[in-house]
């Protein structure tokens, strides 16, 4: 596959706006993005044709720049909203943003949680150094030597992350796992006072990690998990509104509080009484080492949505999910569960009296460190996949079970 895959991007070019579309090579799977152009041309057999990823698209850089763990996730939020103009816009009681076209039935939600991992001052010691508690579920092991961004009132306050020097370990130490309890950051403080006129109890705390572009479409930062599924529901949505595809209506919803415990999905679904919903979240890429597909199902980078099927997720959006991708030539995968899945498709399917909901995640290398990977073709292809699916859907939709 990634031999084949570099030859297709190596013989792909732009197509004039004004130049037919056949049925050629261009047909091939999988979708290799044009984010740049942000379009997509059809081939006479209705597979999406396709040119490389020229740059990062602007929302998703500027997302993946912005500092926003659980429950500090208001610059994100705001950064969203500012590109969500197009529609109506609210919020729910915790902050989720949502994000709206159209009056009629059926009312789909689309749901990315815009909040990321993060850390918590939870001391300041008499030499100024910052101890601290995780936001979300962190291999504490990755924090070692990190830079970090203390979010303060009067702006970001750079740090590291220190511990004991290897040197100074005693041999039993050095084969431990690294605890959090034995970790500080240094803001290059000397005592508790002059901390104190930087930085304050209960401040957020993140590693500072810029989106960086690798060879071909491969780009790295933290937050992917998950401003991937954020920037893809609104993305979806727009290109909806400019195409006038929703017959009926759309929402997108921007939640908070995932990494936490699912809560902005939970108070946003019940806000906003969707018909059926679509959870767009990351799943673990199965290309890495040590990561065992016989576990999790083969979905490397490159190979498209992984789209849900599961004990909690409704059989009837998961299989037109599968044929809307079909039907538009978008190459997937399919993720089973057999229990929850750890995602807000979890929330949202036991919200009022029940929504049917389905969930489309996209590869990702590295989970929950500053280093996560993605592949921006496959960020492509959940973006249309996702507005795709928003297209076909009709008042005469029966979901029951």
Known sequence: MPGSRAKRLAAAAPIPLEAPVTSTVLTVSPIVGTLAE????????????????????????RLLRTVAPSGHEGPAAAAWREEASFASLSADGLGSSIARIGEKEPLLAVVGHIDEIGLVVTHVDEKGFLYFSP???????????????????????????????IHLLEPDQRKKVVELKGL?????????????????????????????????????????????????????????????AVSGSFAAIA????????????????EVRPDLAVAVDVTHATDAPGVEAKQLGEHPLGSGPAIGRGSTLSPKVFELLVETA????????????????????????????????????????????????????????????????????????????
């Open 38 to 61: 942000g379009l997509l041309r059809r081939c006479d057999r209705l597979a999406y044709c396709v040119v490389p990823v020229a740059e990062i698209p602007q929302l998703l850089d």
């Open 135 to 165: 936001i979300g579920g962190w291999d504490p092991q990755v924090l070692v030597g990190q830079r970090v961004s203390v979010r303060t009132q009067d702006g970001a306050v750079p740090g590291v992350v220190g511990r004991k020097p």
């Open 326 to 401: 079909e039907e538009t030539g978008i190459e997937h995968t399919v993720s089973a569960s057999g229990r929850s899945t750890s995602t807000d498709a979890d929330a949202i399917q036991i919200s009022r009296s029940g929504i049917p909901t389905g969930l489309v995640s996209i590869p990702l290398r590295y989970m929950h460190s500053p280093v996560e990977m993605v592949d921006l073709a496959d960020v492509e292809a959940t973006v249309e996949l996702i507005a795709a699916f928003a297209a076909r859907l009709d008042a005469d939709l029966d979901l029951s079970r």
């Open 255 to 270: 939640a908070v509080q995932e990494e936490i415990g699912l809560f902005g999905a939970r108070t946003s679904a019940f």
């Open 184 to 244: 500080h950051i240094d803001v290059g403080a000397g005592s508790r006072e002059e901390a104190a006129e930087l930085v304050r109890v209960g401040d957020p705390v993140t590693i500072a990690a810029d989106p960086v572009r690798l060879t071909g479409d491969r780009l790295v930062g933290r937050a992917m998990d998950n401003r991937l599924g954020a920037y893809v529901a609104l993305e979806a949505l727009r290109r909806c509104h400019e195409r006038g």
